[in-house]
């Protein structure tokens, strides 16, 4: 936890902009409960909800607040332990205790959640709350508001219509911006997770299980943090964005993709991807993409700044990646008109970074239009530009991930071929020569400062393919 001093603050500083939107009633807050693995005593870990830990500082399950908008009554809400939990858990310190700690003095039991916004509802006040993330948030708020828990998930990259707008906004607005605590903990996390990349690095070697190099690396985020801050992608595939398989062993020749993060005991994130080659050393055909991606990540880092929208910092990464990739003769024409015309997105179907935090994917239960675009922006339709998750225009303190890629995906170039997309711009005769080649991506994390960003973490891996053959044959 941070002192109380911070919460408190946090809690002043959304009162005050509810106010500015003139909101009124009661701020509701449902932190995480267990949740059983395959039975009720043997339970997942623990993960509270990050929104309440923003607000709150409490990191167990079955707490509960509310807000009053109106008189700034903060109350928090859970239970004692009694003798049959101290046996098994030992002495606990009492809810008061823990709520002084968050600067509350106001608590009351778990089941007076319910009578207060009972009694809120009863009043005709209007009652806020944030989108679930969880099952049992939904279910929780649902059965309080006489509404279908089913809905009170965001849609899709729209967010939840059931929610409090005015809350969402309120909260996106403060947690995008991380104070020097919160950085100094996202450094935490990405030193933890350069940990993690070495450790992978060193355990590619042919004939090796992609499984060990996974069960090492996580190894590390659990040795000295919480744990991973998603599911780790370790792939000989990375035309496979999201290939959760490690069953395969490391073959010569071949590009392998790891894309992890580490999450602290502060419940902060990391996430880096790098991609190496697994014989030690690039071939020609992979150092010249390689090098373009590269390029592409430097890019990106150096018009990252206050003021630039990152929208306008993913054009400019797929101007030069298509201007690069015209150069091997894989597309052909005007890059402006290219650009205009998406055909970035047939190498990099994804956009170029999302915000990162307590969440790696920052306040995506809210819905990715509200957190990452501003609104004057909308979202385009294009494959790649479409899939952007922050686009909006740049401040101090945001954290971003600056993570090009370029793939070769079969099924996807096919696709287009059939339906003639794009067919006066793509050399589809010559990109069938990169069939079985995969993809590579690169990814750092990146704070934006008063003058123009930085990247999180003490050092940063190796990227370049030079630095990259160097540190493999140290290994």
Known sequence: MFSKEVYSARRKALLGLMAEKGAKGLAIFVGNGESAQNYPDNCYKFRQDSSFLYFWGIDEPYWAATLDLETGQETLYADDVDIDDIIWMGPQESVASKALGAGVSATASYSDFDKAVSSARASERDIHFLPASRYFNAVKIASLLSLDPRRLFSEGKKGCPLASEALVRSVISLRLVKD?????????????????????????????????????????????????????????????????????LIEPGRLLVVDAGAESNDHYASDHTRTYPTSGKFTTRQREIYQIVCDCNELAFRLTAPGVRYRDVHLAVARHMLDCLSGLGLVRGDVGEMVAAGVAGLFMPHGLGHNMGMDVHDMEDFGENLVGYDDDQ?????????????????????????????????????????????????????????????????????????????????RRLPISPDEVESAMKED
């Open 378 to 458: 909308t979202r385009s339709a294009q494959l790649g530009l479409g899939s952007l998750r922050m686009a909006r225009t740049l401040v101090p303190g945001n954290v971003v991930t600056d993570e090009p890629g370029i793939y070769f995906i079969p099924d996807l170039i096919e696709s287009w071929k059939r339906d003639g997309i794009a067919k006066d711009f793509v050399n589809y005769s010559k990109l069938g020569e990169y069939y079985g080649f995969g993809g590579i991506r690169l990814e750092d994390d990146v704070l934006v400062t008063s003058d123009g960003a930085r990247r999180l973490g003490d």
């Open 180 to 248: 020097e605590q919160e950085i100094a903990l996202i450094d935490r996390a990405c030193n933890l997770g350069y940990k993690m990349h070495e450790t992978a690095r060193k355990g590619i070697r042919p004939g090796v299980c992609e499984q060990e190099i996974v069960g090492r690396m996580e190894g590390v985020t659990l040795s000295e943090g919480w744990g991973t801050s998603f599911a780790t992608i370790l792939t000989q595939h990375g035309e496979i964005f999201h290939c959760h398989s490690h069953e395969a």
